[in-house]
């Protein structure tokens, strides 16, 4: 069965850190590009950073930039997003998603990613920011 595996996510204080993990199991990750999304309470799906597997590119968006890394390990068929310096308005239900991506040319600093564009999806994790 295909899937992405979340894992990470959790509470925080303003200021503080968390990582969001991302897993592929029962199929490989080398020629796809992961994107983070999330989901503010009431809120519509925001797309913040997407990583190609393959040759590491990034995007963020500006609400995130400077403050959250995406990063990718090829040997664990792995993705991950760092969060640091969160603040409360980063709470919310992330998503990680996948798309295939052969030539490596999606996921660059001016991707306008779209919900759409992703074929796979993981479950949801809470990210809770609060003092």
């Known amino acids: 069965q295909l899937q992405l595996v979340e894992s990470g996510g959790g509470s925080a204080q303003p200021g503080e850190s968390l990582t969001f993990s991302c897993r592929g199991s029962g199929f490989r990750l080398d020629y796809k590009v992961i994107g983070w999304f999330r989901q503010a309470p009431g809120g519509e799906r925001e797309a913040i950073s997407c990583?190609?597997?393959?040759?590491?590119?990034?995007m963020y968006a500006d609400t995130v930039k400077g403050r959250f890394t995406s990063a990718r390990d090829s040997t664990t068929n792995t993705a991950w997003l760092q969060m640091n310096s969160l603040k409360p308005e980063d709470t919310g239900l992330y998503y990680c998603?996948?798309?295939?991506?052969?030539?490596?040319?999606?996921?660059?600093?001016?991707?306008?990613?779209?919900?759409?564009?992703?074929?796979?999806w993981g479950q949801g994790t809470q990210v809770t920011v609060s003092s």
């Open positions: 998603a996948a798309r295939s991506d052969y030539a490596g040319t999606y996921c660059h600093s001016n991707t306008r990613m779209k919900s759409s564009d992703f074929e796979s």
């Open positions: 990583i190609t597997m393959g040759n590491g590119r990034t």
